[in-house]
């Protein structure tokens, strides 16, 4: 592995760290998936080729090992790490709580998406990948990417509506 490779290997860890979070749910337990897409990316670095991108290589590596956990039976249910929630000092308490409220609601409904749309959902929504590119990371057409993170979309759309503080507030409004 050259020094460039490994620089931008550092590079990507806070990117990679949230998307390994993101699809295992727990920080241990994404912490523990990074240490062993990096370990692989390390011991397989002579099948990366120069001139590719790094990241959707690295990205691909970290899918696949989270895909074969869940085919092992290693995973069976994404829990949400509530630990993770840090406070934040300053503002307005009540906005602040709300606003943690809202974001646990959101990661648990993320948690229970299926796994194929959690990571088209990630992919795109959180790392800020095009279609393209994360069909390529997932091995899969752009057509079943958009598919995908269309249901994710819609299902977190209705799911949040349908629980979060916001329909409280409004149902709060009506009464």
């Known amino acids: 592995m050259n020094q460039t490779m490994r620089e931008e290997l550092v590079t990507l860890l806070p990117r990679l760290r949230r998307f390994a979070y993101g699809l295992a ?7 523990d998936l990074l240490q062993s897409a990096c370990l692989r990316a390390l011991d397989r670095a002579d099948q990366w080729r120069p001139g590719t991108r790094l990241d959707s290589w690295v990205y691909r590596i970290l899918q696949n090992l989270w ?11 994404i829990a949400v790490d509530e630990d993770v929630m840090t406070a934040f000092p300053g503002g307005d308490q ?7 409220l809202g974001l646990a609601e959101a990661r648990r409904e993320v948690a229970k998406l299926p796994a ?16 393209k590119e994360a069909a390529e990371i997932l091995e899969i057409p752009i057509g079943t990417v958009m598919s995908r993170l269309s ?7 209705q799911a949040l509506s349908a ?3 916001a329909s409280s507030d409004a149902a709060r409004a009506r009464s």
């Open 67 to 77: 895909i074969d956990q869940i085919r092992s039976g290693w995973r069976r249910e």
């Open 94 to 100: 009540a906005r602040e709580m709300e606003a943690k």
């Open 25 to 31: 749910g727990t920080m241990a337990d994404g912490d």
């Open 151 to 157: 249901r994710a979309r819609l299902t977190l759309g």
């Open 163 to 165: 629980e979060g503080p």
């Open 116 to 131: 194929e749309q959690r990571a088209v959902l990630l992919l795109v929504s959180v790392e800020g990948a095009s279609y």
